[in-house]
């Protein structure tokens, strides 16, 4: 009868009913995870005194901050410039969600709060989401972005309707990374489950982070003065209108007079939050009932490298070595990393337009040869414990020194003959590829020599084989820098006379140019045999001492 006055239907008030209890149920767990992610926190502080002073940092450091992006988003409503400020704010925000969105899929994170660890307490899939990802807000990163998006709210006070549109434009770019950042976690969880994805991810990562370095040097290579603020103005009409920028871009556009755009903005942002909800809700209930999978285990048949070296000491330590190059993390991290590096310092170069066509195609192969020949310089550490193989088994110091010279000459020979010819290809003069080969075989031949006394004398702690290749140990401190800058420096200044004889032969008389090879041939080959017998006699007689220190790295 009172719903019949009222004018509503019976079924339509119990549904409504009904919809009202589902909402209220999503939401009744939320203050448990709340607490627990408070307790996850606090036990944060309960563990060793280095774990605590890192976190005491890191949160001091967000609250830095935090109060430097506040202040300067509240001064910002004092500038008189409000298309620049809209500008900045677009295009910082757009940085942020791209952040909450990416990081955990290239480096992955450790979920505390991951919902496979929630499968045994029933908790329905729509109800452990909500918590989910409400107790993410209790966070460093999390706690910093919400204080920054509510300071937006005073940027753009310019009266009372365009501050409530910021504060609902805030909570919807919070309420964005916060689902971005779980469901890029969630991903990663199935991703990286195994050692392996991990270690790829990160090489993927530092690759795209060391490829983005030109794009960095040309921002800071911007006259800001006279053309920055066109170069933002640009990317904030870019992303304003994509999923990671709309939500930000909102009271922005409105403050500057382009409702219009505002509201398909608002609509971009709306649509992102359903969509990342979606998924998020999606992941969750796929979660609950898959768990996490195993490494893959690779079977290898046949002794491998074993069958292919000679049968005798130094081919075994060979073998031993060409293995571990082509399976360990730790050793294929760093080839990697050694033709992305000519990259960087071309793009450097070719930013400030510090060295004129056609000279830049001779930089590449010596770039890569020098670390290329430097790499080996601590590889009696990446054995670890298994260097008890070598002295126990009475293999000689020469045999050990050269065995492990082989992976190094595997890659730097062709590396010599093969990055010869394309550099003197794209220089144009065949006569440049004698001061190429000189330098580039002399900085090879040096490094390895160099590497055979160094690996045996300084020794110093590495990750452990199975860790990640990106993990320092807590152990290595000043000598590791000493031996890696000694290293490095003891090689350019060998092959510095191959390389001034190189480059006299390049701007001023070609007839040095035969100087710089046999020069650097000569220097390399004199520094090879020298470092290969040093090594060899100090492993010999530190053999008990190198033994020691792996155990103690162990």
Same mark, same amino acid.
């Given at each position: 009868?009172?719903a019949?006055?009222?004018?509503?239907?019976l079924?339509?008030?119990?549904?409504?009913?009904?919809?009202?209890?589902?909402?209220?149920?999503?939401?009744?767990?939320?203050?448990?995870? !709340?607490?627990l992610?408070?307790?996850?926190?606090?036990?944060?502080?309960?563990?060793?005194?280095?774990?605590?002073?890192?976190?005491?940092?890191?949160?001091?450091?967000?609250?830095?901050?935090?109060?430097?992006?506040?202040?300067?988003?509240?001064?910002?409503?004092?500038?008189?410039?409000?298309?620049?400020?809209?500008?900045?704010?677009?295009?910082?925000?757009?940085?942020?969600?791209?952040?909450?969105?990416?990081?955990?899929?290239?480096?992955?994170?450790?979920?505390?709060?991951?919902?496979?660890?929630?499968?045994?307490?029933?908790?329905?899939?729509?109800?452990?989401?909500?918590?989910?990802?409400?107790?993410?807000?209790?966070?460093?990163?999390?706690?910093?972005?919400?204080?920054?998006?509510?300071?937006?709210?005073?940027?753009?006070?310019?009266?009372?309707?365009?501050?409530?549109?910021?504060?609902?434009s805030?909570?919807v770019?919070?309420?964005t990374?916060?689902?971005?950042?779980?469901?890029?976690?969630?991903?990663?969880?199935?991703?990286?489950?195994?050692?392996r994805?991990?270690?790829?991810?990160?090489?993927?990562?530092?690759?795209?982070?060391?490829?983005?370095?030109?794009?960095?040097?040309?921002?800071?290579?911007?006259?800001?003065?006279?053309?920055?603020?066109?170069?933002?103005?640009?990317?904030?009409?870019?992303?304003?209108?994509?999923?990671?920028?709309?939500?930000?871009?909102?009271?922005?556009?409105?403050?500057v007079?382009?409702?219009?755009?505002?509201?398909?903005?608002?609509?971009i942002?709306?649509?992102?939050?359903?969509?990342?909800?979606?998924?998020?809700?999606?992941?969750?209930?796929?979660?609950?009932?898959?768990?996490g999978?195993?490494?893959?285990?690779?079977?290898?048949?046949?002794?491998?490298?074993?069958?292919?070296?000679?049968?005798?000491?130094?081919?075994?330590?060979?073998?031993?070595?060409?293995?571990?190059?082509?399976?360990?993390?730790?050793?294929?991290?760093?080839?990697?990393?050694?033709?992305?590096?000519?990259?960087?310092?071309?793009?450097?170069?070719?930013?400030?337009?510090?060295?004129?066509?056609?000279?830049?195609?001779?930089?590449?192969?010596?770039?890569?040869?020098?670390?290329?020949?430097?790499?080996?310089?601590?590889?009696?550490?990446?054995?670890?414990?298994?260097?008890?193989?070598?002295?126990?088994?009475?293999?000689?110091?020469?045999?050990?020194?050269?065995?492990?010279?082989?992976?190094?000459?595997?890659?730097?020979?062709?590396?010599?003959?093969?990055?010869?010819a394309?550099?003197?290809?794209?220089?144009?003069?065949?006569?440049?590829?004698?001061?190429?080969?000189?330098?580039s075989?002399?900085?090879?031949?040096?490094?390895?020599?160099?590497?055979?006394?160094?690996?045996?004398?300084?020794?110093?702690?590495?990750?452990?084989?199975?860790?990640?290749?990106?993990?320092q140990?807590?152990?290595?401190?000043a000598?590791a820098?000493?031996?890696?800058?000694?290293?490095?420096?003891?090689?350019?200044?060998?092959?510095?006379?191959?390389?001034?004889?190189?480059?006299?032969?390049?701007?001023?008389?070609?007839?040095?140019?035969?100087?710089?090879?046999?020069?650097? !041939? !000569?220097?390399?080959?004199a520094?090879?045999?020298?470092?290969?017998?040093?090594?060899?006699?100090?492993?010999?007689?530190?053999?008990?001492?190198?033994?020691?220190?792996?155990?103690?790295?162990?």
């Amino acid at each position: 009868m009172v719903a019949q006055l009222l004018g509503v239907k019976l079924p339509d008030r119990q549904r409504a009913f009904a919809t009202a209890e589902q909402a209220a149920d999503a939401f009744a767990d939320v203050p448990r995870f !709340l607490r627990l992610k408070l307790a996850l926190l606090g036990g944060a502080f309960r563990r060793s005194v280095w774990q605590v002073i890192g976190l005491v940092l890191a949160s001091l450091y967000g609250l830095g901050m935090t109060v430097a992006l506040t202040g300067g988003l509240i001064a910002a409503r004092f500038a008189p410039d409000t298309v620049l400020v809209r500008d900045v704010v677009i295009v910082a925000g757009a940085a942020v969600t791209t952040g909450f969105l990416l990081l955990p899929l290239i480096f992955g994170v450790d979920d505390t709060l991951d919902p496979r660890k929630f499968a045994l307490f029933g908790i329905p899939s729509s109800r452990l989401a909500v918590g989910l990802a409400v107790g993410s807000l209790v966070s460093v990163p999390a706690i910093v972005l919400m204080v920054c998006a509510l300071a937006t709210v005073i940027t753009w006070a310019y009266g009372f309707w365009i501050a409530v549109l910021a504060l609902i434009s805030a909570a919807v770019a919070v309420a964005t990374c916060t689902l971005a950042g779980r469901v890029a976690t969630a991903v990663a969880a199935f991703l990286l489950d195994t050692r392996r994805a991990r270690e790829l991810s990160g090489v993927i990562g530092v690759v795209l982070i060391v490829l983005i370095s030109p794009l960095v040097l040309s921002l800071a290579n911007v006259d800001w003065g006279a053309e920055g603020l066109s170069v933002v103005g640009t990317f904030a009409d870019v992303v304003r209108w994509s999923p990671v920028g709309a939500a930000w871009a909102v009271p922005a556009d409105v403050a500057v007079g382009h409702g219009g755009a505002a509201a398909l903005e608002l609509l971009i942002a709306l649509a992102t939050f359903a969509a990342l909800w979606l998924a998020w809700r999606a992941l969750v209930a796929h979660m609950l009932v898959t768990p996490g999978r195993a490494g893959d285990v690779k079977l290898y048949a046949g002794l491998g490298w074993f069958s292919a070296m000679p049968a005798t000491r130094w081919g075994a330590v060979a073998a031993r070595s060409l293995s571990y190059w082509s399976r360990d993390a730790r050793y294929w991290v760093s080839l990697i990393m050694i033709p992305i590096l000519p990259i960087v310092v071309l793009g450097a170069l070719g930013v400030v337009h510090a060295i004129p066509a056609p000279y830049p195609a001779l930089l590449p192969l010596p770039i890569m040869a020098l670390f290329l020949g430097w790499s080996a310089h601590n590889d009696v550490a990446y054995d670890g414990t298994a260097v008890w193989l070598h002295v126990v088994a009475g293999a000689t110091g020469l045999a050990d020194r050269v065995g492990r010279m082989v992976p190094v000459l595997f890659l730097g020979v062709p590396l010599v003959v093969i990055g010869t010819a394309v550099s003197v290809y794209f220089y144009g003069d065949l006569r440049a590829a004698l001061p190429l080969v000189g330098i580039s075989t002399c900085e090879l031949f040096v490094g390895l020599g160099l590497s055979s006394v160094t690996s045996t004398l300084f020794p110093y702690p590495v990750p452990k084989p199975g860790d990640s290749p990106f993990a320092q140990p807590q152990s290595v401190g000043a000598i590791a820098a000493l031996v890696q800058g000694f290293s490095i420096v003891v090689m350019l200044a060998l092959t510095a006379p191959s390389i001034v004889f190189g480059a006299l032969g390049v701007f001023v008389d070609p007839a040095w140019l035969a100087a710089s090879l046999w020069c650097g !041939l !000569l220097i390399g080959a004199a520094a090879l045999v020298a470092g290969v017998l040093g090594g060899a006699a100090i492993f010999n007689r530190r053999g008990p001492q190198m033994l020691e220190a792996a155990v103690k790295a162990a």
